[in-house]
């Protein structure tokens, strides 16, 4: 499609694997914008999404999720991540094809340390290491199937992180 606008890359990942933290990083090195899907949602929404969690349900959630998921694919032109879910539904997957996704892969150590007891994190507000572990085990099959490359985050800063997949993207463009 002539004139569509697409991200530089997508980071997708696990809660605590630091796709906004890294996000930020990145677009800054790289001159463009970043943006969050689930801060699109909290702004459409006009509530923060553990509100939505409990006033409209994980479902109606995930509805808004692939809404916006569709609207940063088709209109980001820099640095995008995606919520930890938004792997879950086919119709994002789908909509990845032909996109540079960094599946930014996470151990369990550093994302519980990384997320702290779940604040803020509807789906990790009881038991958060076992559920986090539980997410983790069904996300990864799905993070790895829409990735383009895969970059380990275990121990490192944010900032190594960044450069890495900085120089990732200049030398797959």
């Known amino acids: 499609m ?20 890294i996000g930020e990083i990145l677009a800054k090195t790289l001159g463009v914008e970043f943006r969050d899907t ?4 909290e ?19 995930r509805t808004l999720e692939r809404a916006a998921v569709a609207a940063a694919l088709a209109s980001c032109s820099g640095v995008l991540a ?14 990845l094809v032909g996109h540079r996704v960094v599946h930014l892969d996470v151990g369990l150590s550093d994302a519980v340390k990384r997320v702290g007891l779940g604040v803020g994190r509807p789906l990790l507000a009881i038991n958060p290491r076992a559920t986090l572990k539980h997410l983790m085990d069904q996300r ?4 790895a199937e829409v990735a383009t490359l895969t970059v380990h985050t275990d121990g490192r800063t944010p900032e190594e992180i960044a450069a890495e997949i900085a120089q990732l993207l200049r030398t797959d463009s």
């Not at 792997?87 to 909509?95: C, H, K, M, P, T």
């Open 43 to 61: 702004r459409l929404a006009g509530k923060p999404i553990p509100e939505i969690f409990i006033d409209e349900g994980e479902a109606h959630f």
């Open 140 to 143: 990864r099959p799905l993070y």
């Open 82 to 95: 995606l919520g930890g879910g938004a792997v879950l539904a086919e119709e994002n997957r789908a909509a």
């Open 2 to 21: 002539t004139g569509r606008t697409r991200p530089v890359c997508v980071l997708v990942g696990a809660p605590g694997s630091g796709k906004t933290t």
């Open 38 to 41: 689930d801060a699109d949602i």
